[in-house]
C-alpha cells in the first residue's frame, strides 16, 4: 500500500493520531514556522492548517515525516515498528529491481487543476512561509524536490535542494556542486553557458520526497517506484521538458540561470543552527506555476532536532553506508545515526577481524559519495547494539584509545558545519575523526582483553536462570 | 519609526553614511509581498531621521541590530540581464 499524494498521507497520519487539524488562521510570517518548530522538538503531530493568512484556498501541512512513527506510517507498517524493522523493510523494496515511473495525461493529473504562465506565475501568490525570525527570505521550498535533466544523457535526477523567494518570477539556493542536480549544472550547463531548465515539486507524496532526500544511486523516480510497490505517475511539465508526480500539490517551472547569482541564507539549518554564509548563489528563474485545488504546501522546520531532514538522512545515509562496506566485503553488523547528532555521527558495528578495520571503515565511507555530510564515525565491535545508546556511549569511552584510537582526515565538506570558521565554510572545508572503540586483536585474550562485566557475561548461565526464574518472587517488578 | 525596507549586512562598515550604494533591500509592507527583494541604488544613514524611509540592518546569521537606519531609495536596479527576463 503507498499514498498516491499527501491528502492520502493526511488521512493515515489523522487515523493514527498523528495529525492535528488547525482551522483558525494561521501568520505565514512566523507563526506557521513557531508551530512546527514546536512539533518538532516535542516530536509531536504534523499540524495540518487549514487558514492562511493572505492565501485564502491554501493550506500547510507541517513536520510531515519528523518522526520514526510517522515514517512508519509511510511506509504501510505498524507505526509503532522499531528502527530495525523499519530499516529491514525500507531495505526490502529498495533492492528489488528498479520500478520505472509512467507518464499519465494532463486530464489525469490533479497538479493542472490550476495553471499561472509568464507574469501570471507570481511567486508571491503562493503561501511561502517566513519559517524562523531572521532567515534571509520566504523559503517556498523546504519539503519538496527539484526535477533536473542531464544535457548530454537525459538521466532525470530528484534532489531535495532548499530555494527561497528572492522576488516574483526569482528564486535562490546552494546547489551544491557535490549533489547530483550541482555536477550537472556546475559541470555541464553553466560552463556552456545555457539555462537549465528545472520543476520544484512542493508537496510531493511522502515517498517521492523520502526519496529525493535519500543519497543513492538510482534515479529517484525509479527509488520511488521500488518503496512504492508501484510505478510513480508522471506527467509532462508546462513549459520545460521535465516530468513530474501527477499528484503533487504545487510545481514551479523555469530555468536555472547559467551567469547569475544572487543573496541566499541565512536560513535555519539541521544542524541546529544558522550557520552557512549568506552568498551569491544559484538563481532559478520561474516560467510557470501550476497547482491542484486548494493547494497544501509542505513545511519542514530544521533546527534543533528532529526535524524530517535529520531523520530521513540519518536513516537513508546509514543504509546506503551499510550497502556500501557490505559490498566491499566489510563484516560489519550494522551502521546506525541518532537524528539528534544532525546526522553527523555514525555509529558502525562490525566484527573486527584484522587490525585497523575501523580505519578502512572510515576510509571508505568519508571517501564516498555520502562523505561531505557528515563527520565523526564511531566504529563498535560486533558485541556491542549499535542502536543501543547506553552500549554505544559505553564503548566510546571505555575501549577508545585517546592517542591511539583517534584518527584525522581531511575530506570533502560543506558550508553547514557550525564548527567551521568562515573561511572554513566558504572553501567547504571537511575535517574528519574516526573513533576506534574495538580491543586490539593482537591483545591476548586470557590476559590482556578487559572482561565485560554485565549480567549477561560474567555470571554462568544457570545463575542467571535462577535469578530472573525468581525475579519478582525476591520482590522486583517484572519488566 | 515605521520600517520600510531590511538590508543583510557582514557589519556596519558595509553602511557608510550618504554614499551611493548598491542594496539588495527586502520589502517589509505588510501583505503578500513582504520580504520580496528589490535591488537599488540608495543613501542611507544611522541617523533614524535624516530620510524619510525606515531601514532595519540584520547580520549575517539574520540578527537584528538595534538601532534603525534611514533611507532613500535613488533608483531600482535589474540584476537579471535582460535575455532572462
Ligand atoms: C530539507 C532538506 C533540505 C536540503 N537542502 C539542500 C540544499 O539546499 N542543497 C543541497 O545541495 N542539498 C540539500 N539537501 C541534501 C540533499 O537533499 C541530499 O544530498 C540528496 O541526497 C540530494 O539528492 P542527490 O543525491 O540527487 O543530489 C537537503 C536535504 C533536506 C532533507
Ligand atoms: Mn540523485
Given at each position: 500500500?503507498?499514498?498516491?499524494?499527501n491528502r492520502e498521507y493526511i488521512k493515515a497520519l489523522d487515523a493514527a493520531g498523528e495529525l492535528v487539524t488547525i482551522n483558525q488562521e494561521v501568520d505565514w510570517d512566523l507563526?506557521?514556522?513557531a508551530i512546527v518548530r514546536k512539533v518538532c522538538e516535542e516530536q509531536g503531530p504534523s499540524p495540518l492548517m487549514n487558514r492562511i493568512k493572505d492565501?485564502?484556498?491554501h493550506r500547510y501541512l507541517g513536520a510531515p515525516i519528523s518522526t520514526y512513527k510517522k515514517l512508519a506510517i509511510c511506509l504501510g507498517l505498524d507505526p509503532n515498528s522499531s528502527i530495525p524493522?523499519?530499516?529491514?523493510?525500507?531495505?526490502?523494496?529498495?533492492?528489488?529491481?528498479?520500478?520505472?515511473p509512467?507518464?499519465?495525461?494532463?486530464k489525469q493529473a490533479p497538479c493542472k487543476e490550476n495553471i499561472l504562465l509568464g507574469k501570471d506565475a507570481d511567486l508571491f501568490m503562493l503561501p511561502a512561509p517566513m519559517v524562523h525570525d531572521g532567515d534571509g527570505g520566504r523559503y517556498l521550498a523546504t519539503w519538496h524536490f527539484v526535477v533536473t535533466k542531464d544535457p548530454d544523457n537525459g538521466d532525470v535526477n530528484w534532489g531535495m535542494y532548499r530555494q527561497m523567494c528572492y522576488d516574483s518570477y526569482t528564486m535562490t539556493g546552494p546547489l551544491l556542486p557535490f549533489s547530483d542536480g550541482g555536477k550537472v549544472f556546475h559541470g555541464k550547463y553553466k560552463p556552456r553557458g545555457l539555462p537549465m531548465p528545472f520543476a520544484t515539486v512542493i508537496g510531493p507524496d511522502p515517498l517521492s520526497a523520502i526519496a529525493a532526500c535519500a543519497p543513492s544511486p538510482i534515479p529517484e523516480s525509479d527509488y520511488t517506484g521500488m518503496l512504492m510497490g508501484k510505478p510513480v505517475e508522471l506527467v509532462k511539465c508546462e513549459t520545460v521538458d521535465l516530468e513530474v508526480p501527477a499528484h503533487a500539490e504545487i510545481v514551479i517551472e523555469g530555468e536555472i540561470l547559467p551567469d547569475v547569482s544572487l543573496e541566499e541564507a541565512p536560513f535555519g539549518e539541521y544542524t541546529g543552527?544558522?550557520?552557512?554564509?549568506?552568498?551569491?548563489?544559484?538563481?532559478?528563474?520561474v516560467k510557470a506555476i501550476t497547482f491542484r485545488n486548494d493547494p497544501i504546501t509542505t513545511i519542514s522546520n530544521m533546527g534543533v532536532p528532529t526535524d524530517e531532514g535529520q531523520l530521513l538522512r540519518s536513516f537513508s545515509l546509514c543504509l546506503e553506508m551499510d550497502a556500501l562496506l557490505r559490498s566491499q566485503g566489510i563484516p560489519i553488523t550494522g551502521a546506525f545515526m541518532w537524528p539528534e547528532?544532525?546526522?553527523h555521527l555514525v555509529v558502525i558495528g562490525v566484527k573486527p577481524i584484522y587490525s585497523n578495520i575501523a580505519a578502512q571503515i572510515a576510509q571508505l565511507v568519508f571517501g564516498s559519495k555520502l562523505g561531505p555530510w557528515f563527520h565523526m564515525v564511531v566504529v563498535v565491535d560486533d558485541q556491542t547494539d549499535i542502536y543501543n545508546y547506553n552500549e554505544v556511549i559505553h564503548a566510546l569511552t571505555t575501549k577508545c584509545h585517546p592517542q591511539k584510537g583517534i584518527h584525522i582526515y581531511e575530506g570533502a565538506g560543506t558550508p553547514l558545519y557550525p564548527f567551521l570558521s568562515y573561511e572554513e565554510r566558504l572553501k567547504m572545508a571537511g575535517p574528519k575523526v574516526v573513533f576506534d572503540c574495538t580491543f586490539p586483536i593482537d591483545w591476548d585474550p586470557l590476559s590482556e582483553v578487559p572482561r565485560l562485566v554485565s549480567f549477561k557475561t560474567v555470571y554462568p548461565k544457570e545463575i542467571q536462570d535462577k535469578v530472573l526464574a525468581n525475579w519478582e518472587k525476591y520482590g522486583f517488578k517484572a519488566r | 519609526m515605521m520600517l520600510h525596507y531590511d538590508v543583510f549586512v557582514n557589519s556596519l562598515a558595509d553602511l557608510p553614511e550618504d554614499k551611493e550604494l548598491q542594496l539588495a533591500l527586502r520589502d517589509l509592507t505588510p501583505g503578500k509581498y513582504k520580504y520580496c527583494y528589490k535591488n537599488v541604488k540608495a543613501l542611507v544613514s544611522p541617523d533614524p531621521k535624516k530620510y524619510e524611509q525606515g531601514l532595519q540592518v540584520r547580520f549575517g546569521r539574520g540578527q537584528i541590530h538595534p538601532a534603525p537606519y534611514s533611507i532613500k531609495v535613488l533608483e531600482q536596479v535589474e540584476r537579471i540581464p535582460e535575455r532572462w527576463r
Open positions: 500500500m503507498a499514498f498516491k499524494d507563526e506557521a514556522g492565501y485564502p484556498g524493522q523499519i530499516a529491514t523493510e525500507y531495505l526490502k523494496r529498495t533492492n528489488r529491481p528498479p520500478v520505472k509512467v507518464l499519465v495525461d494532463k543552527y544558522r550557520t552557512s554564509p549568506r552568498d551569491l548563489r544559484t538563481c532559478y528563474r547528532s544532525t546526522h | -
